[in-house]
């Protein structure tokens, strides 16, 4: 899935259907908004077994998070006096 999601990132987006596309839609996508849009069209246009759900960053941290990772910080600051934070 990496793979796919690599070719996406890469894809060129100032391809003409895409930029019409993306002029068509109203009201116009915030840029919060613009990667679904991106993904549910290059799904329809460019590679049907493009799966719109997939998150890379999500599926990084969930590993971390299932190896033992924490979800906060473990250790104490102590200053040049000894003094813990």
Do not use: C, H
């Amino acid at each position: 899935m990496e793979e796919k999601y690599k070719a996406f990132s890469e894809f060129n987006w100032s391809d003409e259907r895409w930029q019409e596309y993306l002029s068509g839609l109203y009201p116009p996508p915030n840029y919060k908004q613009v990667t679904k849009f991106k993904k549910k069209w290059y799904k329809k246009q460019v590679d049907a077994e493009f799966d719109i759900e997939y998150n890379p960053d999500a599926s990084s941290s969930s590993t971390a998070s299932a190896s033992g990772g924490s979800s906060g910080p473990t250790s104490t600051f102590q200053s040049s006096d000894g003094a813990a934070w």
